[in-house]
């Protein structure tokens, strides 16, 4: 059985150590001898010097032999300390190698990464992003420090997600991500495996890296929405229009208008209500030109209202950003088709669009008042929000969430999350892919993966319902008659 570390050390300590011994015991030896010098010699050495003649040939005699006894243990001891450091290395490398993944360690990690761009600065930091976190390109706790020797570093300590740690390094966003020297994507990083018998009791391994290169974003286009903002909205009650300007990826210089619906009687009250946000905002209240159908959300919820099902709210609806609306509601990593920049649109919403709403209407702006909806991307989008700040959106209607799509993307950032919305709604159609016998398949998935994610969350928290619906497909008139169902779950009478 190999000895560990620190036993080999002890047994080092005692072997070096018995030189010293053997040292000590013949020193002491010496002086004895001397001091019974004069008995041990038969007859006057030295005559002719008087009585101090014998005793300085003697004195001489005996340090020249306690001097040549010293040379002797010391080459001994010299010798000693080869040898035994000699087997110390070779017992080092004889023993077997134990090789694990960092992740499994109890004690954690450290990543020392050198930032070959020199782009890092203090203004400018690196960033961690994995599927711990949910990719969170500027996540605070993952932040790494500057070190001395102008590398960068963090301290990681044991996961406590079980799936392998994948991960990219960002300038805290992802239009600054890590990317390969000719500028090409670099795959998400895993963690290589080290031998932990090299490692003392509860020391920390340092895995040294290397980047390459970060993306420099483009400059954000001047986009604007097909639809006229300044257009007349047919709606049940009243929608006001609010301005707001920015987005994520390429619409980061967009001006959107928010519709914002109010129930009846909003203006000769002074109630403050809680509010629904529901994405893909053009189709919410009306029907574009381009798409077969719209949510009806103001029909619904005045009728939702005014039956007493469900207690006054407050709708806004979010526009999409057309033909970056991928971006903004897909998240990084999730499909290899889209650039995701759903943490940079929920960073938007955050910091534009809610103050924007608590600001200009008498809402409740709690989580228990808050909820977020979309359908499809809009679902995901919906989805990811309440779950990556739950704090904020306390509610989620998802419905048609591309689940299938996104292979195990959800499942690996559904498990990194430590926190969820304390209501979830979970809608999807029978028929998602159509009702081409060859899409039979596909659609069992689709159901399945819904049912499957009702389960999780029913784990996480107290109220959760999925809803299927029978002989309906992937549009807007599903999403429009399930619609009531979903508002009056997250929204019930108090």
Request: proline share 7%; glycine share 10%; net charge negative.
């Amino acid at each position: 059985m190999p000895l560990n570390t620190t036993t080999k050390r002890v047994l080092l300590t005692l072997f070096l150590m018995t030189p010293v011994v053997l040292i000590t015991g013949l020193m002491v030896g010496i002086f004895v001898s001397l001091d019974r010098g004069p008995e041990m010699v038969a007859e006057p050495v030295g005559a002719g010097a008087g009585d101090t003649g014998g005793a300085n040939a003697l004195g001489e005699y005996f340090s020249r032999k306690a001097k040549k006894q010293m040379d002797e243990a010391t080459v001994l001891a010299e010798s000693g300390v080869r040898e035994a450091e000699a087997a110390y290395e070779h017992e080092l490398a004889t023993q077997p190698a134990r090789m694990v993944t960092p992740e499994s360690l109890e004690q954690g990690f450290i990543l020392l990464i050198d930032d070959r761009t020199d782009t890092a600065s203090a203004d400018l930091p690196i960033y961690l992003a994995s599927n711990h976190s949910g990719w969170n390109a500027g996540d605070p706790d993952l932040l790494l420090s500057p070190r001395s020797d102008m590398r960068w570093q963090i301290i990681l300590p044991r996961p406590s997600s079980p799936e392998p740690m994948q991960f990219k390094f960002t300038l805290g966003s992802w239009d600054h991500v890590e990317v390969k020297t000719d500028g090409g994507d670099v795959d998400n990083r895993l963690l290589p495996k080290i031998d932990a018998s090299k490692l003392e009791p509860g020391e920390k391994p340092i895995i040294e890296l290397t980047i390459e290169g970060f993306r420099v974003p483009p400059e954000p286009e001047d986009v604007e929405l097909s639809a006229d903002p300044y257009r007349a909205i047919e709606a049940v009650g009243q929608i006001r229009r609010l301005q707001v300007v920015g987005g994520a990826g390429g619409a980061s210089n967009l001006v959107r208008e928010l519709l914002v619906w109010l129930p009846r009687g909003y203006d000769e009250s002074d109630r403050e209500y809680a509010v629904l946000y529901l994405m893909d905002g053009q189709n919410v209240f009306e029907k574009p030109a381009w798409v077969p159908g719209e949510w009806r959300a103001d029909e619904v919820a005045t009728a939702l209202i005014e039956n007493g099902v469900v207690d006054p709210f407050i709708v806004v609806a979010v526009p999409h950003a057309e033909k970056f609306r991928g971006q903004e509601y897909v998240p990084a990593g999730f499909r290899d088709d889209v650039d995701g920049r759903a943490d940079e649109f929920l960073d938007w919403m955050l910091r534009e669009v809610k103050p924007r709403v608590d600001g200009a209407f008498r809402v409740r702006t709690g989580p228990e008042s808050t909820a977020i909806g979309g359908s499809s991307f809009g679902g995901a989008i919906a989805l990811y929000a309440a779950t990556t700040r739950p704090d904020v959106f306390g509610k989620v209607i998802a419905e048609s969430v591309p689940l299938v799509g996104s292979r195990d993307a959800w499942w690996e950032y559904l498990g990194s999350r430590k926190a969820f919305p304390s209501v979830v709604y979970i809608g999807m159609s029978s028929h998602e892919a159509g009702y081409h016998p060859d899409q039979t398949e596909l659609n069992a998935s689709y159901v399945n993966a819904a049912v499957t994610l009702g389960d999780f969350f029913k784990s996480k928290t107290d109220r959760v319902m999925v809803s299927i619906g029978e002989g309906q497909t992937h549009n807007e008139d599903a999403w429009a008659e399930r619609l009531p169902g979903a508002i009056e779950f997250v929204f019930p009478i108090e």
